[in-house]
């Protein structure tokens, strides 16, 4: 059970509660050296909340390690080895490292599929992989060309085809777009589904996904990370919008707040200030909980009730 605080009365917009616990881990929680970890993927496994953190080591490249716990809060058990690395398997377009990994069951296939970005002297693009048992992948390598990222695959096929968010950059402009593909290696159909809103609106530099889309009765719940830029300093929070169920080209409400921002100490501070970065979540009923890199340095969890939030997106439908 996560203990839970009642909401700041300054922040009447957030929807999530961050735990008490926060940050629930940091590098010193890890079993070998490492610079930062953060922006870890999420799925349950094996009866237990599994995380695949982004680990920047001492040289300043990412990779992604496993760690398991029983109640998703403390009594981490991280692993020793990366199990996706720049050095074990990787091809020439991820030797500056692996980062920010999404993780979606597909129970067609029975596996987890990881979207991540892989970053190279080419750019960042997305690249996938799969797992039966988060000990060994298969990697399919990458499957957007740079410059493209944060990546996460829809939970199950919509008209027989495997969906997937994606941020692909044209100069300074960065919205969420849709791809679909039939096996998961060659995509196409590209369709833009969430701009950024310019100006000077919290998301109006640029937008991008966070978490796996997540099924409700009112269609796909979207996290997303909308950036504004103060002084020439980004700021990350986190935004909510809902696509069709059966169209997720159709977007059906967007909030136009943010509902998790930095503001506690841990996320104001860090390798990158003013940061809060969702990668993955776990669902149990109306409840989710959410695993983010705060300041690019620790990772933490806030949880939020879906019914709250499907409440409040109905006043912003589109």
């Known amino acids: 059970m996560i203990t839970k605080l009642s909401r700041p009365t300054h922040i009447t917009n957030e929807l ?8 629930i881990i940091t590098h010193k929680d890890m079993p070998y050296l490492c610079s930062t970890v953060f922006n870890p993927g999420a799925t349950e496994f094996e009866g237990e909340t599994l995380l695949l953190l982004r680990v920047e080591d001492l040289e300043g490249k990412s990779h992604l390690t496993v760690a398991r716990s029983r109640n998703g809060v403390d009594g981490w058990r991280i692993e020793t080895e990366p199990l996706i690395s720049p050095s074990n398997g990787a091809g020439p377009y ?29 750019g960042a693009g997305v690249a996938l992989a799969t797992t039966e048992d988060f000990r060994s992948v298969n990697r399919f390598g990458l499957v957007l060309a740079p410059i493209n990222k944060d990546a996460a695959v829809f939970p199950r096929k919509i008209k027989d085809h495997y969906w997937m968010l994606h941020r692909p950059a044209a100069g300074d402009i960065e919205h969420i777009w849709l791809t679909v593909s039939d096996d998961l290696v060659h995509w196409g159909r590209p369709w833009c589904v969430l701009m950024e809103r310019g100006g000077p609106m919290w998301d109006g530099s640029k937008v991008g996904a966070n978490t796996v889309p997540i099924e409700t009765e009112e269609g796909w719940l979207i996290l997303f990370h909308g950036v504004k830029v103060f002084a020439g300093s980004p700021t990350y929070r986190v935004g909510l919008a809902l696509l069709d169920l059966e169209d997720p080209r159709r977007l059906i409400a967007r909030l136009p707040y943010w509902a998790l921002g930095p503001y506690e100490p841990y996320e104001v501070a ?36 879906i019914s709250e939030i499907l409440d409040a997106l109905r006043k912003y439908r589109v």
């Not at 200030?273 to 933490?300: K, L, M, W």
């Open 94 to 122: 991820e030797v500056f490292g692996c980062e920010d990994p999404r993780i979606t069951y597909l129970d067609d296939l029975n596996k987890w599929v990881i979207a991540y970005t892989a970053y190279s002297p080419f």
């Open 270 to 305: 860090g390798a990158v200030p003013n940061v809060v970065f969702p990668c993955g979540h776990i669902q149990n009923g109306d409840e989710i909980r959410v695993y983010y890199g705060a300041a690019d340095s620790t990772v933490c969890l806030a949880t939020a009730s």
């Open 16 to 23: 999530f509660i961050r735990s008490p616990h926060n940050p």
